[in-house]
């Protein structure tokens, strides 16, 4: 096994765990949540049938309720603590704006049941950086949507938790942090995966804390621990704590401990095919009769 391959098992129960107390906590998530939406103002789309692949507690999901009132919305999820933490959210906010109805599916977003060219959009929020695959994950998108369907998602890039990367850097001879796809490998992946005009765009968000502690129970919170192959089996030791605590120490800037997020945005659209099932090129014209 590779020793950076995630352990869906153990991810699976992570999130369940943190699900009761996810809202709280998951404040980067819910604001990337809000720029990506601000990014779909700019885009012609009226979706009759949605996908919220990795939906979590369903706060994404109910803004896209707002928006596409009309919409039919699937939310999946791989942890069933979130769909159920969800369904409580979600109960409420379909009587205070009326019957329209989600279904929920647990699901790992690698194995999508849900039949091919089914779907008007594909959002995801934070979700593909737990995808062994991100490249056949990205296939299995594609295969979803219908014809000029578009896939939107967020994911984490290469230098996020720099910070606690460098800080666990000696200590032991563990993995302590996932491994995350650069934006331009993604662009390139969803072009190979048949994804047409993909649009890709990245920046920088930071979060600060007073001690290291706080960082690791941030993330212990929302779900977001340490799940690769390669990770440590039990508690950390007194000496390899105290170097990790030395290492981020030398890190603070203007009293606080940073913890930088590199935040990638991208979406793209599912062409027309050029191809008919048979193997005859389609060839389009502007001629009109």
Request: hydrophobic share 40%.
């Amino acid at each position: 096994m590779n020793e950076f391959e995630i352990d869906k098992r153990q991810m699976r129960r992570a999130f369940s765990r943190a699900a009761p107390n996810y809202d709280a906590t998951a404040v980067l998530q819910r604001e990337v949540c809000s720029r990506m939406l601000e990014r779909l103002e700019y885009i012609k789309l009226q979706p009759s049938r949605i996908l919220d692949a990795g939906s979590g507690t369903g706060w994404g999901t109910r803004q896209l309720m707002t928006k596409y009132p009309s919409a039919q919305m699937i939310a999946l999820d791989i942890a069933i603590g979130m769909l159920q933490t969800a369904r409580g959210h979600t109960g409420w906010w379909q009587k205070l704006f009326g019957g329209q109805q989600t279904a929920m599916l647990c699901a790992d977003v690698e194995a999508l049941p849900i039949a091919a060219s089914s779907l008007d959009m594909v959002w995801s929020n934070l979700a593909v950086q737990w995808c062994n695959d991100l490249p056949a994950t990205i296939v299995g998108l594609h295969r979803v949507l219908k014809v000029e369907g578009l896939l939107m998602f967020s994911t984490f890039g290469p230098d996020t938790l720099k910070e606690l990367r460098q800080a666990f850097h000696g200590v032991d001879a563990h993995n302590h942090l996932n491994r995350f796809a650069d934006m331009h490998d993604i662009g390139d992946m969803l072009s190979h995966g048949g994804f047409a005009e993909p649009v890709m765009d990245m920046e920088y968000l930071t979060l600060t804390y007073d001690d290291v502690r706080s960082v690791l129970q941030d993330l212990k919170t929302i779900g977001a621990n340490n799940a690769t192959a390669g990770r440590g089996q039990g508690l950390m030791g007194k000496h390899a704590w105290k170097s990790l605590v030395g290492n981020y120490e030398a890190l603070r800037r203007d009293g606080k401990l940073p913890a930088t997020y590199e935040v990638i945005y991208g979406h793209a659209w599912k062409p027309q095919p050029k191809k008919l099932a048979d193997g005859r090129a389609i060839i389009k014209t502007d001629f009109k009769l």
